[in-house]
């Protein structure tokens, strides 16, 4: 399969700067070294090419010399991870829960965003109750979304946006995983907090409270089913707005509804989403895959 890269913006650790006296000499001394290095390279190859310009040798150095000591050019690296298609893609870690997700889910849905869903209790501790990822077919995003963005927007903002209620919108298999951090939290508050959120997106976007749709889609989290942490589940949406429920790779339920695709999307990446941030990355990384 061939291998389709893009800047992948989540923030990554920086190095710790040095704390003590002994390392910060040593840093000092790193950096000595490696700043008189350069500049001694720099200075051999200029007065090895002024003595002798024509030699190649020398042509290759000034040519070293003006493409990496250049002014003008950047020497620092952004802080971004590489998204790819690659079977050996590395997996992605959301820092506040540690949980790992994979660059690639189902060969062919890629991340676009990580963020964590937080409770509070008593109104006065949030707890993280799980981490979760946003994957979109990228042949699907390719086919529906790129014709409708072949021109510029008033705003950078503003097609990041629109892209992002396309995605939602249009017949594009994406998923949401979710995966369990509070190790105390069970199915049936799981199954409680979607019959608020989910409820309120179906009154939105549905125009009424269509109690019979919420019910299927809550009914799924059965009391039986055991959650500690780790655990995985994962809400699919298909080709024909078909939402597949799954919990440990085994599939508890399906429902064709597009106003319940709709209404679970937009408790992830809508415009009052769990995680801001983590919208904000899906709608950064779904403009620069269609940029590729």
Request: overall charge neutral; glycine content about 8%; charged content about 25%.
């Amino acid at each position: 399969m061939a291998s389709l890269r893009f800047p992948f913006l989540f923030s990554q650790p920086q190095k710790p700067p040095c704390s003590t006296i002994a390392n910060a000499s040593s840093c000092s001394f790193s950096t000595a070294v490696v700043a008189g290095g350069s500049v001694v390279a720099a200075a051999g190859a200029i007065i090895a090419i002024t003595q002798s310009p024509k030699n190649p040798f020398f042509e290759n150095a000034m040519n070293f010399l003006l493409s990496n000591f250049s002014p003008s050019k950047n020497h620092s690296s952004p802080l971004w991870g590489s998204v790819s298609l690659a079977e050996n893609s590395a997996p992605v870690t959301e820092s506040r829960t540690g949980m790992s997700f994979p660059s690639i889910l189902k060969e062919s849905q890629r991340l676009l965003g990580i963020g964590v869903r937080k409770k509070a209790i008593f109104g006065l501790k949030n707890i993280d109750d799980y981490a979760f990822g946003v994957y979109a077919d990228d042949g699907d995003v390719k086919k529906c979304l790129a014709q409708k963005h072949v021109g510029p927007s008033d705003s950078e903002l503003k097609q990041k946006e629109e892209l992002r209620d396309h995605l939602m919108e249009n017949d594009i298999r994406i998923t949401v995983r979710l995966q369990i951090v509070y190790g105390r939290l069970s199915i049936g508050s799981v199954r409680s907090a979607f019959e608020e959120s989910v409820g309120s997106r179906l009154l939105k976007f549905g125009g009424y409270d269509n109690k019979e749709l919420l019910h299927r889609f809550t009914s799924q989290f059965k009391d039986d089913i055991k959650i500690p942490r780790g655990s995985i589940i994962e809400l699919s949406r298909d080709h024909g707005y078909i939402l597949h429920t799954t919990i440990d790779g085994k599939e508890v339920g399906s429902i064709q509804s597009k106003l319940l695709c709709r209404s679970i999307l937009d408790l992830y990446i809508g415009d009052e989403s769990f995680d801001q941030k983590a919208k904000e990355d899906v709608e950064s990384n779904l403009a620069s895959l269609l940029h590729k």
